[in-house]
């Protein structure tokens, strides 16, 4: 099992900035891949960042350029930081885990964090 926790989230003014961070405990050593994902009201969940074991990374289009996901392996965690928000990226964040394997993929999940961007 691998266990997530996000912190960093909050109120932030629009075109300000923000870090959200993800610490990862347990069985870390099988996971592929860690990403950020989120959802806002009424909408479905969506993949904001993500970066493989090599460090390969890969965005959103509508955050490329704003947006930087990374990693620090000797602390087990993983940043997303976000400069220039803008309202529409109001959403609860959540840092995702993910395994794959020849059978199948396992995906782990945060518990959440709220990211409000005020205009």
């Known amino acids: 099992q691998v266990q997530l926790v996000e912190s960093g989230g909050g109120l932030v003014q629009a075109g300000g900035s923000l870090r959200l961070s993800c610490a990862a405990s347990?069985?870390?050593?099988?996971?592929?891949?860690m990403g950020w994902y989120r959802q806002a009201p009424g909408k479905q969940r969506e993949l904001v960042a993500a970066?493989?074991?090599?460090?390969?990374?890969n965005y959103a289009d509508s955050v490329k350029g704003r947006f930087t996901i990374s990693s620090d392996n000797a602390k087990n965690t993983v940043y997303l930081q976000m400069n220039s928000p803008k309202p529409e990226d109001t959403a609860v964040y959540y840092c995702?885990?993910?395994?794959?394997?020849?059978?199948?993929?396992?995906?782990?999940w945060g518990q959440g964090t709220q990211v409000t961007v005020s205009s």
């Open positions: 970066i493989t074991s090599d460090g390969s990374t």
């Open positions: 995702n885990a993910r395994k794959i394997t020849p059978i199948r993929q396992y995906d782990y």
């Open positions: 347990g069985r870390i050593f099988s996971i592929n891949a």
